[in-house]
C-alpha cells in the first residue's frame, strides 16, 4: 500500500527557509507525478507545485511561489524534497503531498489518489 509521509514543517520568520520532505513507502515515484498542496485556515487546498517523474521531471509552480520554491527528488531515498526560501506570512497553510500515476494533469488536487498527512508551516512577520 502506497504511503506518502510529509515533514519537515515547523515556524520560521518572514525571509526564511524550510525544505520539506515527502517520504513515499509501498512504492516508487517512477511513473508519477508528485504534488504539492496547501491548505490554510479558511481557505480551499490550492496547487503549490508538482514534479511529473515520467515527462522528464518536468516541474510547475502556482505563480504566487515561483521564484521562491522549488520540487525536487531524491531517488535513492523515495522522497520528494519542496525547498521554500523568501517564505512570506500568506505562505502560513498545513503542506500536503500527493502522488497519482498516469495522466497529464497535476494542478487539481480531484487528480491525485494518495495523501500524505500534512505538515504545517508557519510563517510569522
Known amino acids: 500500500q502506497v504511503q506518502l509521509v510529509e515533514s519537515g514543517g515547523g515556524l520560521v520568520q518572514a525571509g526564511g527557509s524550510l525544505r520539506l520532505s515527502c517520504a513515499l513507502s509501498?512504492?516508487?515515484?517512477?511513473?508519477?507525478?508528485v504534488g504539492w498542496f496547501r491548505q490554510a485556515p479558511g481557505k480551499e487546498r490550492e496547487f503549490v507545485a508538482a514534479?511529473?517523474?515520467?515527462?522528464?521531471?518536468?516541474?510547475y509552480y502556482a505563480d504566487s511561489v515561483k521564484g521562491r520554491f522549488t520540487i525536487s527528488r531524491d531517488n535513492a531515498k523515495n522522497t520528494v524534497y519542496l525547498q521554500m526560501n523568501s517564505l512570506k506570512p500568506e505562505d502560513t497553510a498545513v503542506y500536503f503531498c500527493a502522488a497519482k500515476y498516469g495522466g497529464t494533469r497535476y494542478a487539481s488536487d480531484h487528480e491525485y489518489t494518495y495523501w500524505g498527512q500534512g505538515t504545517q508551516v508557519t510563517v510569522s512577520s
Open positions: 509501498g512504492g516508487t515515484f517512477s511513473s508519477s507525478t
Open positions: 514534479l511529473i517523474y515520467w515527462s522528464g521531471d518536468n516541474t
